[in-house]
């Protein structure tokens, strides 16, 4: 059974009681709370989802409904390297997607999950605003450009060793 967010540390728990008192009396309480939730957790698990519909007195389907609506929430914690790799149309004709291929098959992950170190998040992005280095990948914001399949084991190398 998976460790609830809101139990493995105290002091965030503690943080996040007190975000939702400050905005509970307040007209449209949801989106702030859960913007503090995801920078306090890292994530809207299904537990802080739960919490917070209580606590507010709204369904667990309006709070799952915003979380999942708006792209800045997660609902799975992010790895300490969130890697992205553009698959926009000038990267993807020079190659991306093997690029992609060769960091899943590394890193033993599809596309949207997180390592069980908990260290790489892999997700496939749009234009990053660096064709001119096609494809290209960041890595939390460094940029890595004109990308070979076989230039990702040695980028990811020196990520594991921090």
Sequence with gaps: ????????????????????????????????????????????????????????????????????????????PKGKYKIGVCLGTACYVKGSQKVLDKLQEILNIKVGDTTDDGKFTLEATRCLGACGLAPVMMINDHVYGRLKPEDVEGIIAKYRDE
């Design 1 to 76: 059974m998976a460790v609830s967010v809101l139990t493995e540390n105290k002091e965030k728990f503690e943080e996040f009681k007190k975000v939702i008192e400050e905005y509970k009396g307040k007209e449209g309480p949801l989106m702030p709370i859960l913007q503090k939730a995801q920078e306090i957790f890292g994530c809207l698990s299904l537990d802080v989802q739960n919490y917070i519909a209580e606590e507010l007195n709204i369904p667990i389907t309006d709070v799952y409904g915003v979380a999942t609506f708006y792209a800045q929430f997660t609902l799975k």
